[in-house]
């Protein structure tokens, strides 16, 4: 059964920081396309960032750029989101996809950051 499952989010105050950690079950995070993704109360999904197979890396949100960063352990089988510098406006539910073909998709674990 192809799963992901998402931990480390919290409430953290601004400034602060934070690892998501995305395990995965029934395929190998090498091999596909593995996101992060966002979505903010009230808003649409937002991918945040992606890494490849070959690990390279791609962002997709100017806001994260020098603050955020996603690696693999792919002996775990477990994608990370690192996350310093937080604001307010990262406050969201952060969920891991990939582009395997029955694309996964977890629950999420929430952010939040406030003062």
């Known amino acids: 059964q192809v799963q992901l499952v998402e931990s480390g989010g919290g409430s953290v105050q601004p400034g602060g920081s934070l690892r998501l950690s995305c395990e995965a079950s029934g395929f190998s995070v090498s091999a596909y396309w593995m996101y992060w993704v966002r979505q903010a109360p009230g808003k649409g999904l937002e991918r945040v960032l992606g890494i490849s197979s070959g690990g390279i890396t791609a962002n997709y949100l100017d806001s994260v750029e020098g603050r955020f960063t996603i690696s693999r352990d792919d002996a775990k089988n477990t994608l990370y989101l690192q996350m310093n510098a937080l604001k307010p406006e990262d406050t969201a539910l952060y969920f891991c996809?990939?582009?395997?073909?029955?694309?996964?998709r977890g629950r999420g674990t929430q952010v939040t950051v406030s003062s």
């Open positions: 996809t990939s582009d395997h073909p029955a694309g996964p």
